[in-house]
């Protein structure tokens, strides 16, 4: 019996804007002017965040941060495609992502600064903290897809990963399932190439990660990261389909980790200068502001008073945070239970000296 | 009132939580169409359907993981980690997340979860069927611990554990399954998590145990009464947070103590108990605290597993040796 093709896949590339700032306007999202400077603003506001963070951690005022450089348009382009009934998982490379969202600034740099406080998403805003060991959110995003599902809501979830998660065993299991119940949750993975000195060659020998996807029983599209429209295009019709039942899809959006991967790494050991430079020519900013440029949203004058309205809204919220008193120490004992167990309270008493203050 | 048996107590408490709150959903392997491997699930699936009653992947991780993000979310979710032995593809969940949102989110997020997981020996079952890794559990900050040790204790114990707005892992002693059968009632009621009981008051001395080894614990102290030496047994109930208060008060009057438990002896719940006593009641003692406990090897198959296991006659001993320190 000779042997037959039972089935075929295929794996879709997106790129609605090319690096000149050329649009394909047949593919391009319906977006509004208003809106498309508004995601040129995010990013803009992203990057500046970014900068101040990183110059804040070398002059001692900020704990390890991850910076998002580079990655400006996968970050906004998706999290702009949420709606406010959405939930979102983050990684702990998002703080785009997450400013998107609606988390205050202030609230970004208390979290890096040490201050879990920061991480007490606001009320309304249907976002879990950030999540440090890598790709475990991804089976909790997939359980609040289940929930959402179980409840009869019409809204979407998002899980953001990066290219290292698809190496984890809860890539596997959270799609997995996933696809099994056929939930509303997009899992957006952010492929920057590196996972700290780790190349993608070394986490797959797949040429895609969006066709990991197709082994889920779901769809799978790799879209240019560093081009806005693209990965917004892509997510608002992931989302879309979601929230009316169409189950989950992956979508893998290309780009690069411009920067360090911490303030505590030194990718100048691994990695080519010239492979950098490559990456900042296809910056996501420059090139929607090219767009911009030729279709009359963008001068000088607006780029301008958008740079320094960024400034200001980061140095501010800088100067709020560095005015935040610190946490109660008690803080440490207060949200392990709703309710204190006695064993606790007595521990927590044994912070405090006989003055009555607690001991350091 | 009906005589039950554990799992037919668990099923109850089960039932009678989905049909009060509609949050709460079972999920799971097997737990659907075949009711579960020990059939704790039994009838779930037939009453409540597909929705509320899910069989999973094989994924324990993801049973888990999946389990935190709809508590989170609002419902109130019972997984099933088929055996203890299995669950540690899933600690990384249950440690990293499921511990530590309400924390993580100084309280915006919390995690009012069920993890119900059967461990223990004595069934003869194969290797990683039988183990006894409560300790693990213990020792996880934010995580609540519950091991019922009879079918009464069971129901009422698991109906607080659901109701719990924090997680809890909930630790069915199998060989306790079908071995006995007390009344349960139908009404509604609960234990509160963090309380021990005493099971038998006595003067003599104190002996802790919970989960499957109440039993031989039990019997002991039946067989030192015949002797004239009367023993407090302590049915621990839950293991975190623990109820330091009731030991320490058994102890002080007792002035002996032995601990036993089926997991191994080194960093075994029994050795937080003993110094637990030693900084509370260290000048009441008239004996060093005992302890009979599994040994610091691999859990053995069933053809071993009766040399592992604690027994009715190693506590008579450590009885007899606190006694005539």
Partial sequence: MPKKTIKTFHVEWLQVLDERGNCDEELRPPLSDKEIQKLYEWMVLARAFDEKAFKLQREGRLGTYASILGQEAAQVGSAFALQPGDWMFPSYREAGASIVRGLPLKMVFQYWSGDERGSRIPQGQNDFPITIPVGTQIPIATGAAWAAKAKGDKIAVMAYLGDGATSKGDFHEGLNFAGVFSLPVVFLCQNNHWAISVPVSRQTRAETLAQKAIAYGFDGIQVDGNDIFAVYKAAHEALGRARVGQGPTLIECVTYRIGDHTTADDATRYRTEEEVREWREKDPIDRLKRYMGKKGLWDEAYDHKVALESREQVEAAVAEEEAIPPPDPRDIFHYTFAELPEDLKEQMEHLFGSDGRPNP | ?325
Avoid at chain 2, 56 to 81: K, N, Q
Avoid at chain 2, 124 to 150: C, D, I, M, Q, Y
Wanted: hydrophobic share 40%; proline share 6%; net charge neutral.
């Fill in chain 2, 1 to 325: 009132m009906a005589q039950l048996t554990m799992v037919q107590a668990i099923n109850l408490a089960l039932a009678q939580e989905m049909e009060r709150d509609p949050r709460v959903v079972v999920l799971g392997e097997d737990v659907g169409k075949n009711g579960g491997v020990f059939r704790v699930t039994q009838g779930l699936y037939e009453k409540f359907g597909d929705g509320r009653v899910a069989d999973t992947p094989l994924s324990e991780s993801a049973i888990v993981g999946v389990s935190i993000g709809m508590a989170a979310y609002g419902l109130r979710p019972v997984a099933e980690i088929q055996f203890e032995g299995f669950i540690y593809a899933a600690m990384e969940q249950l440690i990293s997340h499921a511990s530590r949102i309400r924390t993580r989110s100084r309280g915006r997020y919390h995690c009012p979860l069920v993890v119900r997981v059967p461990y223990g020996g004595g069934i003869r079952a194969p290797e990683h069927h039988s183990e006894s890794n409560e300790a693990l559990f213990a020792h996880t900050p934010g995580l609540k611990v519950v091991v019922p040790s009879t079918p009464y204790e069971a129901k009422g114990l698991l109906v607080s554990a659901i109701r719990d707005p924090d997680p809890v892992i909930f630790m069915e002693p199998k060989r306790v399954y079908r071995a006995l059968k007390e009344e349960v009632p139908e009404e509604e009621y609960t234990i509160p998590l963090g309380q021990a009981r005493i099971a038998t008051e006595g003067k003599d001395n104190t002996l802790i145990a919970w989960g499957a080894m109440l039993q031989p614990t039990l019997k002991a102290a039946a067989l030192m009464g015949e002797r004239g030496i009367h023993s407090e047994v302590i049915d621990l109930r839950t293991l975190s947070p623990l109820d330091t208060r009731t030991i320490i008060e058994s102890v002080k009057k007792t002035k002996r103590a032995v601990i036993v438990h089926e997991a191994p002896r080194t960093c075994g719940l029994g050795a937080e108990l003993v110094a637990r006593i030693n900084e509370s009641a260290l000048l009441y003692l008239e004996a060093p605290v005992e302890r009979v406990t599994g040994y610091d090897t691999v859990m053995p198959l069933p053809k071993l597993e009766q040399y592992y296991l604690p027994n009715a006659e190693r506590v008579t001993e450590a009885i007899g040796r606190v006694m005539r320190f």
